[in-house]
Each structure stands twice: as structure tokens, then as C-alpha cells.
């Protein structure tokens, strides 16, 4: 099993909702991470989880929330979005500082 | 880690190789050369990576002069399913996780 399975595929939030991505690997890595990707823009990181401890936060705002429940877990909470937070969430994992990432299909996240 | 610099675009016709440069003059010794790709509405897929060495695998090989300062992925025999956005990563093996910061990218579009 190489994937990393991310829910829900689309999500439509207005900008009072509170709502959670989640993403799921079953490949035994040790780290996880978010990236969140504008139209026609490379993904950007947001979130690394090693070990399950963040470790590292690239100056995202508060409304975004990681959370890391068990080392095949990861889950980005939305609350108080605006709508230039629409954009696909991409979530990836890999064993190690030197193996590759597999990433998931995305979350496409539109908020009104 | 060391920035990198890749054309913006390519065009390659079907069953022809697809070469694809990239810059990264700034390379320090213990930095790898990563290449991902993303193909239109999905998540970015790891391609192949390497540190000095040529490497090949079933999906592409990658050449890295001599100096380290720039690589070329070759596609042998592109096919209209390698049209994709071309990422070139460098960076150091660290242990944990494995940040990967993505440029602009090459969108490298496959000809019939």
C-alpha cells in the first residue's frame, strides 16, 4: 500500500464554519506533512510532523490547526477562514530526511 | 537549500525523449537533486533523485554534471501522460523529515 488517502476530495465552508481535512497513510513513515497549493502555483509547505511532533510551522495563521492523533493520522482544522484560504490542501508522508514523499490527491477547499 | 532555475515551459513530441534542465549553481556537497512532477488536478508524484551519480529508474534517468551545478531529466519516450508540471528540488537528507520547498517548475507539454 503506497497511499496516502486524503478527505473529503471537496469542501465548501463558509467563512464561520469549523471543519477538519484528514489524511491517512498505512506505509509506517514518520512524517507527514501539508502543503497547501494556489491555481497555477507550485504547493507551498504549511506543516511537519516528525515523529508525530510538529516540527515545523512555516508562519501559517492560527485558523489553521494541525493535529497528529497516531503516527498514521494527520489532520488540518479550518475554522474562521476567509475566502483567499480557497485552494487545494495536499498532504504527503515519507519514512525518513531522505526518501521520497507520496502525496495525496488533495482536499480542493473552496470557502464562501 | 540551494535555489533552482528550470524553464518555465517545453513542448516534446510523443515517443521522442523529453530532456529537462535545471539549474542549482548555488549546490553545496551534501545536497540532493530531487525531481517531482505533477500532473494536472493531482497530487505531485515523486520521480527520482540523486546526489552525484547518474541514477535511472523504470520512470526516467537523471544526469548531474560533473561540477553539480545543473541536471537534466530525461523521459526516454514520452507519452501524452508524462504532460505534467516538472518540479527540480534540491536539498540536504536531514533527519526526520524531508522538507521539499517547490519552484515554479517546468510545464512540460507532450505533442501527438
Known amino acids: 500500500d503506497t497511499e496516502v488517502t486524503q478527505t473529503p476530495k471537496h469542501l465548501v465552508m463558509g467563512m464561520t464554519n469549523k471543519k477538519s481535512l484528514k489524511c491517512e497513510q498505512h506505509m509506517g513513515h514518520r512524517a507527514m506533512y501539508w502543503y497547501k497549493q494556489k491555481a497555477k502555483k507550485p504547493p507551498e509547505l504549511m506543516f511537519v510532523?516528525?515523529?508525530?511532533?510538529?516540527?515545523i510551522n512555516e508562519s501559517v495563521p492560527s485558523r489553521f490547526s494541525p493535529e497528529c492523533p497516531n503516527s498514521s493520522l494527520l489532520n488540518l482544522h479550518l475554522h474562521a477562514l476567509q475566502p483567499e484560504d480557497s485552494a487545494l490542501y495536499l498532504c504527503?508522508?515519507?519514512?525518513?530526511?531522505?526518501?521520497?514523499?507520496?502525496f495525496g490527491q488533495g482536499t480542493r477547499l473552496t470557502v464562501v | 537549500d540551494a535555489k533552482t532555475t528550470q524553464p518555465t515551459s517545453m513542448d516534446c513530441a510523443e515517443g521522442r525523449a523529453a530532456n529537462l534542465p535545471c539549474n542549482h549553481s548555488?549546490?553545496?556537497?551534501?545536497?540532493?537533486v530531487y525531481w517531482y512532477r505533477q500532473i494536472h488536478s493531482q497530487g505531485p508524484q515523486y520521480i527520482i533523485h540523486g546526489l552525484k551519480n547518474n541514477e535511472t529508474n523504470e520512470m526516467a534517468s537523471l544526469i548531474i554534471t560533473e561540477d553539480r551545478k545543473s541536471s537534466t531529466l530525461i523521459l526516454p519516450h514520452a507519452t501524452l501522460r508524462d504532460t505534467a508540471v516538472y518540479y527540480c528540488i534540491v536539498r540536504v537528507a536531514r533527519r526526520g523529515a524531508n522538507n521539499l520547498f517547490f519552484g515554479t517548475g517546468t510545464r512540460l507539454t507532450v505533442i501527438p
Open positions: 504527503a508522508s515519507s519514512q525518513d530526511g531522505n526518501t521520497e514523499a507520496f
Open positions: 510532523y516528525s515523529y508525530e511532533k510538529l516540527s
Open positions: 548555488t549546490i553545496s556537497g551534501n545536497e540532493y
